[in-house]
T-cell receptor
Framework: SQQGEEDPQALSIQEGENATMNCSYKTSINNLQWYRQNSGRGLVHLILIRSNEREKHSGRLRVTLDTSKKSSSLLITASRAADTASYFCATDGNNYGQNFVFGPGTRLSVLP | KAGVTQTPRYLIKTRGQQVTLSCSPISGHRSVSWYQQTPGQGLQFLFEYFSETQRNKGNFPGRFSGRQFSNSRSEMNVSTLELGDSALYLC???????????FGSGTRLTVV
């Protein structure tokens, strides 16, 4: 089964609203990452949060990590139509090397 | 600097054939990972190469293989293609053990 599970599977909001996506995972991790994928294209790395960090910001993105609950959230503030994409969390499962397990993703639609 | 380059972008093959996909990582990146993305299974880790050595391997049959050259370029090969191998194959590179991936745009493989 997937290490990371995003919730919700799909989200539709109006431009200007905030979008929150959640990710839960099963095993201990060194870090958790969030990626964006526009339809049929490669993934774009958004942010990495280490297991000893609780919150991280990058522009309009805010990521939180709660290792006690094995969960993370991605908040996109003041969303734009260009934010329409699928968002994935990825965990390293405390493994050695670059071997990440991706969740099934949240499909975000931002309506103009 | 140049991103991760995957060739070809699109490929159509017949069942039973074999295929080789190529990935050129970002200059200086020594780790190259491969993922398969399908609508049903999502993103699944295939393998990771670091300094010409396979460092991690996912749960794929032996028909899937890869290698990395001294210049960090990587190839993956799929032999005896099956219809279920139709997918977007993504290559990602990173500097080393910690940090996010930079993904290529992928190779869309269709097996008919």
């Amino acid at each position: 089964s997937q290490q990371g599970e995003e919730d919700p599977q799909a989200l539709s909001i109006q431009e200007g609203e905030n979008a929150t996506m959640n990710c839960s995972y099963k095993t201990s991790i060194n870090n958790l990452q969030w990626y964006r994928q526009n339809s049929g294209r490669g993934l774009v790395h958004l942010i990495l949060i280490r297991s000893n960090e609780r919150e991280k910001h990058s522009g309009r993105l805010r990521v939180t990590l709660d290792t006690s609950k094995k969960s993370s959230s991605l908040l996109i503030t003041a969303s734009r139509a260009a934010d329409t994409a699928s968002y994935f969390c990825a965990t390293d499962g405390n493994n050695y090397g670059q071997n990440f397990v991706f969740g099934p993703g949240t499909r975000l639609s931002v309506l103009p | 600097k140049a991103g991760v380059t995957q060739t070809p972008r699109y490929l159509i093959k017949t069942r039973g054939q074999q295929v080789t996909l190529s990935c050129s990582p970002i200059s200086g990146h020594r780790s190259v990972s491969w993922y398969q993305q399908t609508p049903g299974q999502g993103l699944q880790f295939l393998f990771e190469y670091f300094s010409e050595t396979q460092r991690n391997k996912g749960n794929f049959p032996g028909r899937f293989s890869g290698r990395q050259f001294s210049n960090s370029r990587s190839e993956m090969n799929v032999s005896t293609l099956e219809l279920g191998d139709s997918a977007l194959y993504l290559c990602a590179s990173s500097v080393g053990d910690i940090g996010g991936y930079t993904f290529g745009s992928g190779t869309r493989l269709t097996v008919v």
